[in-house]
Structure formats: structure tokens, C-alpha cells
């Protein structure tokens, strides 16, 4: 089965500022998904970037950039000049990439971390 | 196009009781999954529908059921409230549910056991 790791519970930014939010996960499949979403006090889960594990090519979505160490089995999360609007709990997540897996058709969550922006 | 909508948005039981969840996809979309998410347990996966077939289980006992309909709504069942349902269920939903497809969250049902 796969597990994602959040070890930072809480991490804080001052506005404008980059922070980086760490992602570890563990699994034996070679293909797979991997994702961000964003959670604020609204409840709403919203993506806001994904990664293919096939794709060399780290993702960018405007101020959202991961780092993808693929051997390192790490999915880290850069947010640059933040923003009030980016205070939420962020959730990094897999999906496997094989419909064979028990794991394809279902999210394995992190335990997420609590983002606060500084004015 | 319209977002995943749930209702109710929150729902007051007493142990023992039966409840009853609903989501509605965005148009389209055939593929829904539940979570259950919690301050111990986080979140976790309940199950996921795709033609009004669970093709997907999580590891929750027998008093969470759901189904869904032809429309691709679906509901979502507990049996016998314990106090630890307290939790937030979330929907999602995708086209056809495979793995490259992007899951689109509902806003939630909050559902408080007494």
C-alpha cells in the first residue's frame, strides 16, 4: 500500500515572501500521480497542481512550482510571492497510475499542512 | 459549468441514527468518490461509483453504504451513527474516473454525532 508523509504540521510565510512545503510518499509502482490540493476554511478542496512521475519535467502553475525527486520519492511545494488568498491546509496526494492497483481509482492523502500567510 | 454540489451542508445526529448524504457531479462527469475526513484519521477513502457500480472500496465497516443513480448522483449511507462519524464527507468527482483524470471536490457535508 502506499503512504504520503507531511512532516511539517504548520508552516508560516510572510506576505510576497516563497515558502517550500514538504512531500514524501512510498510506493512500489514506477507510474503514477502525484498532487497538491489546497483546502481553505471553506472545506473546498481545490487541486492546485499535479505531477505525472513519467514526466522528467517538474509542473508549474503560476506562482505554484513542485520539486519531483523521483528516486528520492519526494514531492515538494514552492509558493512564490505569497498571497493572504494562499492561507489554507495543503494536502499533497497519490494516485496510482495503473488500473490494476487498488490504488487507481482512489486519492492516499498526506495529513496535510496548515499554511499561514503574514500580512 | 457547475461545481460539485453535496447536501446537506450540515447535519446534526444522535448515535444510533441513520444518514443519508448526497452529491451531485458536475454534468458530465460518471465517476464519484467519497472521503470521510477527521482531525485523527485525516482522509481517507470510502468508495467510488461509476455507472451506478462501487468499483472501489475503502476499508470502512458494512454501515457505510452508497450507491448511485442514473443521473450520477450519488448517496452515501451510514447505519447506526457511532460518535467517531463525526467528520466531514467529501465528494469528488471525474469523467470516467481513471487515474489521469483530475478529481473535483465538493464543499462537503458536515456531520456532527451526539
Known amino acids: 500500500a502506499q503512504t504520503v508523509t507531511q512532516s511539517q504540521p504548520e508552516m508560516s510565510v510572510q506576505e510576497a515572501e516563497t515558502v517550500t512545503l514538504s512531500c514524501t510518499y512510498d510506493t512500489s509502482e514506477s507510474d503514477y500521480y502525484l498532487f497538491w490540493y489546497k483546502q481553505p476554511p471553506s472545506r473546498q478542496m481545490i487541486l492546485v497542481i499535479r505531477q505525472e512521475a513519467y514526466k522528467q519535467q517538474n509542473a508549474t502553475e503560476n506562482r505554484f512550482s513542485v520539486n519531483f525527486q523521483k528516486a528520492a520519492k519526494s514531492f515538494s511545494l514552492k509558493i512564490s510571492d505569497s498571497q493572504l488568498g494562499d492561507a489554507a491546509m495543503y494536502f499533497c496526494?497519490?494516485?496510482?497510475?495503473?488500473?490494476?492497483?487498488?490504488?487507481?481509482?482512489?486519492?492516499?492523502f498526506g495529513s496535510g499542512t496548515q499554511l499561514t500567510v503574514l500580512p | 459549468k457547475a461545481g460539485v454540489t453535496q447536501t446537506p451542508r450540515y447535519l446534526i445526529k444522535t448515535r444510533g441514527q441513520q444518514v443519508t448524504l448526497s452529491c451531485s457531479p458536475i454534468s458530465g462527469h460518471r465517476s464519484v468518490s467519497w472521503y470521510q475526513q477527521t482531525p485523527g484519521q485525516g482522509l481517507q477513502f470510502l468508495f467510488e461509483?461509476?455507472?451506478?457500480?462501487?468499483?472501489n472500496k475503502g476499508n470502512f465497516p458494512g454501515r457505510f453504504s452508497g450507491r448511485q443513480f442514473s443521473n450520477s448522483r450519488s448517496e452515501m449511507n451510514v447505519s447506526t451513527l457511532e460518535l467517531g462519524d463525526s467528520a466531514l464527507y467529501l465528494c469528488?468527482?471525474?469523467?470516467?474516473?481513471?487515474?489521469?483524470?483530475?478529481?473535483?471536490f465538493g464543499p462537503g457535508t458536515r456531520l456532527l454525532v451526539l
Open positions: 469528488a468527482s471525474s469523467s470516467g474516473g481513471n487515474p489521469q483524470e483530475t478529481q473535483y
Open positions: 496526494a497519490y494516485r496510482s497510475y495503473f488500473l490494476s492497483s487498488g490504488s487507481a481509482r482512489q486519492l492516499t
Open positions: 461509483y461509476f455507472s451506478e457500480t462501487q468499483r
